[in-house]
């Protein structure tokens, strides 16, 4: 199945992009974000900073966010996750507001939060899955206002939050699978017959 990556021009996109490729996606790389209007999938990477992320999608958040609310398949990873709300405390600028909330800064002693962590989730897309830590780098946390989408968390010094959001299509994920070794990889191959059975 055919993905749009997001190459906000902001990071590199090459870890993703092999992740997701070897999960049996086939990954069109785009610059230019209109192409996220017609694609089967979109995926929004894990690089950059909120505003800077937001600065090439900004001309099309409304049509990205009208197209994951109709339920093409999606997922955002960290920076890509934070920037499907409306904002955040890091940035001034707008986010594609797909989930109403708020995106915060951490509230743990050790910020930002590296390395691994356990996720606590029931969701689906982790089915099979003997070892449920993946990999964190981040320094903000998403704060849905509708906490029914939430399907995962994780607790960091003694601070727990969502890492596992769902709406429609939409999957938004805090930790970052191409980093994750076994659990990512399983995870990317579930969400990629997700993204199938749902295209």
Not at 90 to 95: A, D, F, V, Y
Request: with cysteine.
């Amino acid at each position: 199945m055919r993905i749009a990556l997001a190459d906000y021009g902001v990071g590199n996109i090459h870890s993703i992009r092999k992740a997701l490729e070897i999960a049996g996606f086939e990954v069109e790389p785009v610059t230019d974000m209109s192409k996220l209007l017609d694609a089967p999938a979109i995926m929004l990477p894990g690089v950059g900073a909120f505003d800077a992320t937001m600065e090439r999608l900004l001309p099309y958040r409304d049509a990205i966010r009208e197209r994951m609310e109709a339920g093409v398949p999606a997922l955002g990873i960290c920076i890509g996750a934070q920037i499907l709300f409306p904002g955040s405390d890091e940035g001034q600028g707008p986010g594609i507001g797909l989930f109403p909330g708020r995106v915060r800064a951490l509230k743990s002693k050790t910020v930002p939060h590296m390395g691994w962590n356990l996720v606590k989730t029931q969701d689906d897309l982790f089915e099979g899955l003997e070892d449920l830590h993946f990999y964190f780098a981040h320094s903000y946390y998403c704060d849905p206002e509708d906490r029914s989408v939430i399907k995962g968390t994780t607790e960091y010094e003694g601070f727990e939050f969502p890492t596992v959001m769902r709406t429609a299509n939409t999957v938004a994920t805090q930790f970052h699978p191409e980093k994750s070794s076994d659990a990512g990889a399983a995870f990317l191959k579930n969400f990629e017959a997700f993204a199938e059975d749902r295209a």
